[in-house]
């Protein structure tokens, strides 16, 4: 996975060198649509790829790199996160809430109001429930 963002933040360097010119956005596309066969950047794609069951791919585009990139950002993020699937056009992202990470954030926001323990096997809706009894008893 480290492949894959250091690849993203050279591209994004590069972006960078490209728009600082005034003509730049048939560069920027270009650029965006050249390949790699850089193994351990597509060896990082393709385990993405295997976590959301799709097929492994042999080359990659700067464009798919940077989306790379935002699924790895989305998979660290607290409520969020995402799947890197392939399509027509190159690769794409699937966001999505798993179901974990929204009883955790349901979970933290009812313990902001009152100090109790929450069982874990509780569901998404007897945990809703919960929080809108905490809310009306405030």
Same mark, same amino acid.
């Given at each position: 996975? &480290? ?7 050279? #591209?994004?360097?590069?972006? %960078? ?8 956005? @048939? ?6 649509? @050249? ?9 990082? #794609? &393709?385990?993405?790829? &295997?976590?959301?069951? @799709?097929? /492994?791919i ?19 993020? /607290?409520l ?11 690769? +794409?992202?699937? %966001?999505? =809430? /798993? ?7 349901i ?8 100090? =109790?323990?929450? /069982?874990?096997?509780? +569901? ?15």
């Amino acid at each position: 996975m &480290n492949a894959i963002l250091r690849a993203g933040a050279i #591209i994004r360097h590069e972006l %960078k060198e490209l728009k600082s010119n005034s003509i730049f956005d @048939q560069r920027v596309l270009s650029f965006l649509e @050249q390949k790699t066969s850089a193994r351990d950047v597509i060896t990082a #794609i &393709n385990v993405l790829l &295997n976590e959301a069951d @799709q097929e /492994p791919i042999f080359e990659v585009t700067y464009r798919d790199i940077l989306v790379a990139c935002e699924v790895l950002r989305l998979k660290e993020d /607290p409520l969020y996160s995402a799947r890197l699937l392939k399509c027509k056009s190159g690769l +794409t992202i699937e %966001k999505y =809430v /798993p179901e974990e990470k929204l009883k955790r954030m349901i979970m933290r926001r009812i313990k902001e109001h009152v100090d =109790v323990e929450i /069982p874990e096997d509780l +569901t998404i809706e007897q945990l809703k429930e919960l929080e809108e009894k905490v809310m009306k008893a405030r």
